[in-house]
């Protein structure tokens, strides 16, 4: 379980990372949002089920070491508190996934890379987030 969700994390947060370095600055200059909805096509096929991964593992995994729900929203220990910022982000994950599938990328048009460009970087800094809080669980510091 461990291994795959770290996989999807890869896949999850490596994505962004490229979308966000190696595709949104271009976007922003030219103002052409073809390229981003072009990378965005192509990683959704394994982003979108890495993402499930990494929320099925992750689930599985916090139920393995909290196995009482009411821990999971417990600040007693970083253990705690890490699962509860995970879970944190994971709402923030998925409102931001939601607003850009259904709002947000169906309406733009070429030269208003802006509020993609915010959504694009709150999706990256959440999952870069997923990655720390992952890590603190995995060697106790948070």
Partial sequence: MLLGHILGA???TGGHLVLSIGYLPGALRTGRIEPLRD?????????????????????????????????????QS????????????????????????????????????GWLAVHILCITVTSVGFVLLGVGIRTGWS
């Fill in 10 to 12: 890869t896949i999850w």
């Fill in 39 to 75: 990378f965005e096509h192509r990683f959704e096929k394994i982003g979108i089920p890495a993402l499930i991964l990494q929320v099925a593992t992750g689930l599985w995994l916090a139920y393995r070491y909290l196995p009482s729900l009411d821990l999971w929203f417990s600040f």
């Fill in 78 to 113: 970083s253990l705690q508190a890490n699962v509860t910022g995970k879970l944190i982000l994971l709402g923030l994950t998925l409102l931001l996934a939601l607003h850009a599938r259904l709002r947000l990328v169906p309406r733009m048009e070429s030269g208003q890379v």
